[in-house]
């Protein structure tokens, strides 16, 4: 039996595999976590990392009228990294923009070489975070989320 269906819905079915991917690396992470086991680390050049990273969420962003921009010096150094946790970072970051954000607005990605290490920044056009929060922005499920769960900043 053979079932068509809509380009939309075509979207959706490509990208599953990418989030299946992404959840098994969420799971394998916390398995990692939770052991000794050192982590796995890779030489990678930062900038074409977040790019496709960032490619994976730009629709998504789209939706709600939001730009994810990347500016990159051009002689960054590749870096050592945890591709699964480094990923996860820049998730939970974008992420947690994009909610605070919630339409109508603009997320700036910036790397920076100095020297043999490369600084990020990420910013967003949103209010920032209160100043009495500061100190919790750590702490797992902190700030509670109107639309679920929160993973704030772990």
Same mark, same amino acid.
Not at 10 to 18: A, K, Q, S, T, V
Not at 102 to 109: P, T
Not at 111 to 121: G, P
């Given at each position: 039996m053979s079932k068509k269906y809509?380009?939309?819905?075509?979207? #959706?079915?490509?990208?599953?595999?990418?989030e299946v991917e992404r959840l098994n690396a969420i799971l394998t992470g916390y398995l990692e976590?939770?052991? #000794?086991?050192?982590?796995?680390?890779?030489?990678?050049?930062?900038g074409s990392f977040l790019e496709r990273t960032i490619g994976q969420l730009?629709?998504?962003f789209a939706k709600q009228n939001?730009?994810?921009e990347l500016k990159t010096?051009?002689? #960054?150094?590749?870096?050592?990294?945890?591709?699964?946790?480094?990923?996860?970072?820049?998730l939970n970051l974008l992420m947690n923009a994009k909610e605070a954000i919630?339409?109508?607005?603009?997320?700036?990605?910036k790397?920076?070489?100095?020297?043999?290490?490369?600084?990020?920044?990420v910013e967003?056009?949103?209010?920032?975070?209160?100043?009495?929060?500061l100190r919790q922005i750590f702490t797992p499920f902190f700030p509670p989320s109107p639309n679920g769960v929160d993973w704030g900043f772990t």
């Open positions: 809509n380009k939309d819905q075509d979207e #959706l079915f490509d990208f599953i595999p990418e976590f939770a052991s #000794l086991e050192p982590k796995r680390k890779k030489e990678e050049d930062l730009k629709k998504e939001i730009t994810i010096d051009e002689d #960054l150094p590749k870096v050592q990294i945890n591709p699964v946790g480094i990923k996860q970072v820049i919630e339409r109508d607005g603009n997320i700036r990605i790397l920076q070489s100095q020297k043999d290490w490369v600084h990020m920044e967003d056009n949103e209010r920032g975070i209160k100043k009495k929060d």
